[in-house]
């Protein structure tokens, strides 16, 4: 939802300043603008998250950095959201939504043992 186009004045600052009725009503027209399926190529994006989330070999080779992922292929590496991202758009030149990028956990950190 993007609070800078004209939405009938309901927007203060960042902040929806209309009723929870006006509030449900927006979301819902904004939800009808939605697809209501992935494409085949955002699929494929959904399930190299689901795959770098879930892999031994991933976890230990990544742990505690950002990756971008494609097809299954680790194309970025890196500390920061930003860089990891930038680098993949630069690498394959596709559209953002069509690669991963996902966060794998230091296992110290998640488990409070710094």
Known sequence: ???QKDDGGKWNGNRWAGTYEE????????????PTRLTDEEAEADRDMVWASQDPEI????????????????IAVG???KTVL??????TG??????AVVSIP????FFGCH
């Not at 509030?23 to 939605?34: P, R, T």
């Not at 230091?106 to 950190?109: E, F, G, R």
Request: hydrophobic share 40%; net charge negative.
């Open 79 to 81: 500390d920061d959201w």
């Open 59 to 74: 976890q230990e080779l990544y742990e505690g950095k950002i990756i971008a992922i494609h097809k299954r292929r680790v």
């Open 23 to 34: 509030w449900e009503k927006y979301c819902a027209e904004q939800d009808a603008n939605l």
């Open 106 to 109: 230091d296992t110290a950190s």
């Open 94 to 99: 596709l559209p953002r939504r069509l690669f």
């Open 1 to 3: 939802m993007n609070p």
């Open 86 to 91: 930038e680098e993949a758009l630069r690498i």
